[in-house]
C-alpha cells in the first residue's frame, strides 16, 4: 500500500513539475526571460551601476551592436532596465542604462548561476574531454570495424 502512495505522490509532483515548465506558465516566462547568454551578461554588467551604452557594448564581449540594442530594448519593455538620456555640454547625447528594481531582483539567481559556473568550469572542462576522447574513440572503433 505504502509503494501505491509513494507512486502515486511522486506521479503527482511529476505532473506538477510539467505543468510549471508549460509554455506561457510564469515559470517557462521567468526561464525564457533570464536564461539566455545575453541577457545574464547584461544584467550581469548592469548589477555593478549604470553604464554608457558604448561601455556595456564594450564589456560584453562578443554582442554585436544591434543585439545589444535589441536586448536592451526588450529587458527595458519588461520593466529590467531603465534607459535615459545624458545631455553634458562637452559631449554629445548619451544613453544611460541601469536596472530597476525588478531588474535588480534578479541579482540573487544571477549570483547563484555565476558562482555555480565558477566552482563548475573545472569539472566541466574535464566532462568535455572526456566525453570527446570517448566520442573520437568509438567513432575510430566503429570505422575499423565497420572496414
Known sequence: MRDSTVLLT???MKKNISLAYRPGSPVHCGLVRLADKWTLMIIGHLLSGPMHFGELKHSVEGISKKVLTQYLRS???????RRRESNNSRTQRRTIYSLT??????????????HWAERSFARL???RVE??????????KNRKDGQ
Open 101 to 114: 528594481a525588478f531588474g535588480r531582483s534578479t541579482q540573487k539567481p544571477i549570483e547563484a548561476v555565476r
Open 125 to 127: 572542462h574535464e566532462n
Open 75 to 81: 529587458l527595458e519593455r519588461d520593466g529590467m532596465v
Open 10 to 12: 511522486s506521479d503527482r
Open 131 to 140: 566525453y570527446d576522447a570517448l566520442a573520437t574513440g568509438n567513432a575510430g
